[in-house]
């Protein structure tokens, strides 16, 4: 099968096609697991950590991608509940080990032994995957395949981000970076909380004038002090600064909630926290990892049901090197997916 592979970590700045095209052989499922004839893959930040080694997949090569969706072309020899030929997803979650105290009480996203799809496990970047079957997530019709992909991790990461933001309807939230995450949370609240404002900033002019198109009520670089305090921001960006610039723009007893896995360089931003500016009065700071499987289920029904299309743009399979360098790159309108044939 034809598959992108990452064979080493290195910058895009030093190689800017770190993924090779190749033929490798089609994974055979384990007992519990399913094949999946991969029709879309969505192109996440993450894989750039895992290219760059901020996340490092745990074995070289691998097959990167992980907001997979596709079809079930066999099943294991124990069999299973999903049918060959349904369309299914794959998320961030591969597996976790079922029996932990997280992992007992919902939150297998903090499991230790927690394995992510296309960092720990191939993923993907290829024309088939293997997955556990209890891993799987039936994709609802309303949705093609590229327009599924990205709700598999901006979306129910995006939906994770704001739960744990703990907005109510009618309160101020920002939205530092505007990529696939973040365009998204934006229709969401648009639906759940129609009284909310929201407020973006992002680096790029693009960005902040999608943003407005789809109905911020305000963009701003993100330097820029908002109009108003915030009662909640979730950051997406890979950087320091905007973390810096959040503190200073929440309402006290607010909370800046980071959905990012890994920060990059520039720490030296941080010597800019000023307790009393961007800390005291009872701001809160909490990062978001990972995600569960009643993260997707729930945002898969939530998508449905308010037809949350993300804005695709598609690329071929080959083509991976190209849309990764573009991410890394700043050009960035909704989400860009792998289109496998
Ligand atoms: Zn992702
Ligand atoms: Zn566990």
């Known amino acids: 099968m034809r598959a992108m592979l990452l064979e080493r970590i290195s910058s895009l700045e030093e190689n800017p096609t770190p993924l090779r095209a190749a033929e490798v052989a089609e994974p055979v499922p384990g007992p519990d697991e399913i094949l999946i004839q991969v029709g879309a893959c ?176 305000w963009a701003g670089n993100t330097t820029e002090p908002a109009p108003h305090k915030l009662d909640s921001i979730i950051d997406t960006t890979p950087a320091w600064e905007p973390i810096v610039e959040a503190l200073a723009n929440l309402e006290s007893g607010g909370r800046l909630v980071i959905n990012a896995i890994r920060k990059e360089g520039d720490k030296q931003s941080l010597l800019k926290l000023d307790y009393p500016v961007h800390l005291w009065l009872e701001k809160e700071i909490k990062s978001v990892a990972n995600i569960t499987r009643s993260d997707v289920k729930e945002f898969l029904s939530l998508a449905a049901e308010m037809n949350l299309k993300p804005e695709v743009q598609v690329f071929a399979l080959e083509q991976a090197n190209e849309a990764l360098f573009e991410l890394k790159t700043g050009k960035i309108r909704g989400a860009k997916v792998l289109k496998i044939d």
């Open 42 to 217: 969505g192109v996440c930040h993450t894989e750039l950590d895992e290219i760059e080694g901020r996340t490092p997949p745990s074995q070289l090569p691998i097959v990167p991608g992980h907001q997979v969706v596709g079809r079930v072309e066999a099943v294991g020899s124990k069999g299973s509940t999903i049918q060959i030929g349904n369309r299914v997803g794959v998320a961030w979650i591969f597996s976790a080990c079922g029996a932990c105290k997280f992992c007992l009480t919902g939150n297998e996203n903090l499991c230790r032994s927690f394995e992510a799809t296309g960092r720990d496990v191939n993923g993907g970047y290829a024309q088939y995957m293997i997955a556990a079957e209890n891993f799987a997530y039936a994709i609802p019709d309303v949705f093609s395949d590229a327009q599924a992909a990205p709700l598999l991790c901006a979306g129910a990461i995006g939906y994770r981000s704001l739960r744990l933001t703990g907005l109510k309807d009618g309160q101020r939230l920002g939205l530092t970076g505007f990529g696939a995450s973040g365009h998204l949370v934006l229709k969401m609240v648009k639906y759940r909380y129609p009284n909310t404002e929201v407020y973006v900033f992002a680096r790029s002019a693009e960005e902040r004038s999608f943003a407005m198109e789809l109905g911020a009520v």
